[in-house]
């Protein structure tokens, strides 16, 4: 795949499709997960024939500026103007070339929700051995990626079922191209207290101010003597659909 074979398609494309609204459908349809590879949200065929790649970061001021006879770029768009090239090749190593000017916003979305989410209680021997350094036990914990060029503060919104326990927070940084893992049993309140109550269902959201985020949250179970049996589960988080 590349951008020579985006740009002869398009142009098959145009040829055989007289709407610009179809054509430009089967293009982002054959070619999306390739084109969201390259930090690019969506291309858009124009009228005058020009090509607009609308790019999921943000223009870099502090490189060396790029520029290239026939393409424009905007802080987060891409302008291409078919025609002041003699070649779909020359145009490809353009746009290659010309990409490397922006910073990633990542993979993933900036909202996430956990729907299902629930801690046990320890039992007294549980606790004692936790006090101890020993065992492993029932806890839930969340993982959060960021793909992006960018460090961002995420906050976790915790949300219970019930009305009496009032709804809270806290925020934690994610540095760029890197992950954080949290037990959510250990999360502290300002006054030093766990943030999560136990045994009550909760939801949780996750947001992120800065980049977009890939968002995990497992489970795991623990029951028996000194927690010999042991159940883990990926709870699954969604984000909102445009």
Same mark, same amino acid.
């Not at 390739?34 to 009228?47: D, F, R």
């Not at 090509?51 to 302008?79: A, D, K, V």
């Given at each position: 795949?590349?951008?020579?074979?985006?740009?002869?398609?398009?142009?098959?494309?145009?040829?055989?499709?007289?709407?610009?609204?179809?054509?430009?459908?089967?293009?982002?349809?054959?070619?999306?997960?390739?084109?969201?590879?390259?930090?690019?949200?969506?291309?858009?065929?124009?009228?005058?024939?020009?090509?607009?790649?609308?790019?999921?970061?943000?223009?870099?001021?502090?490189?060396?500026?790029?520029?290239?006879?026939?393409?424009?770029?905007?802080?987060?768009?891409?302008?291409?103007?078919?025609?002041?090239?003699?070649?779909?090749?020359?145009?490809?190593?353009?746009?290659?070339?010309?990409?490397?000017?922006?910073?990633?916003?990542?993979?993933?979305?900036?909202?996430?929700?956990?729907?299902?989410? /629930?801690?046990?209680?320890?039992?007294?021997?549980?606790?004692?051995?936790?006090?101890?350094?020993?065992?492993?036990?029932?806890?839930?914990?969340?993982?959060?990626?960021?793909?992006?060029?960018?460090?961002?503060?995420?906050?976790?919104?915790?949300?219970?079922?019930?009305?009496?326990?009032?709804?809270?927070?806290?925020?934690?940084?994610?540095?760029?191209?890197?992950?954080?893992?949290?037990?959510?049993?250990?999360?502290?309140?300002?006054?030093?207290?766990?943030?999560?109550?136990?045994?009550?269902?909760?939801? /949780?959201?996750?947001?992120?101010?800065?980049?977009?985020?890939?968002?995990?949250?497992?489970?795991?179970?623990?029951?028996?003597?000194?927690?010999?049996?042991?159940?883990?589960?990926?709870?699954?988080?969604?984000?909102?659909?445009?």
């Amino acid at each position: 795949m590349s951008f020579t074979k985006l740009l002869n398609t398009i142009r098959d494309y145009s040829h055989e499709v007289d709407d610009l609204q179809t054509v430009n459908s089967l293009v982002n349809s054959a070619f999306k997960d390739w084109i969201a590879s390259k930090g690019i949200g969506q291309v858009v065929v124009l009228e005058n024939g020009k090509i607009i790649m609308n790019i999921n970061g943000r223009f870099n001021p502090e490189i060396s500026q790029i520029s290239f006879r026939g393409i424009t770029n905007y802080s987060n768009f891409i302008s291409i103007d078919i025609e002041q090239f003699t070649a779909p090749e020359e145009v490809s190593k353009a746009i290659e070339k010309i990409l490397t000017s922006y910073l990633s916003e990542g993979d993933g979305a900036y909202v996430w929700i956990v729907p299902d989410g /629930y801690m046990a209680s320890l039992t007294k021997e549980e606790k004692e051995w936790e006090a101890g350094g020993g065992g492993y036990f029932s806890h839930e914990s969340i993982c959060v990626s960021n793909t992006s060029d960018f460090d961002t503060i995420c906050t976790i919104k915790v949300l219970y079922e019930d009305t009496s326990h009032q709804n809270t927070s806290c925020e934690f940084t994610v540095d760029a191209h890197r992950s954080v893992h949290y037990r959510l049993d250990k999360l502290k309140a300002e006054n030093d207290n766990p943030l999560i109550a136990k045994d009550q269902p909760t939801s /949780y959201k996750i947001t992120s101010l800065s980049a977009k985020v890939v968002v995990q949250g497992s489970r795991i179970l623990t029951s028996g003597n000194h927690s010999e049996f042991a159940s883990f589960g990926t709870v699954m988080a969604w984000t909102p659909q445009p």
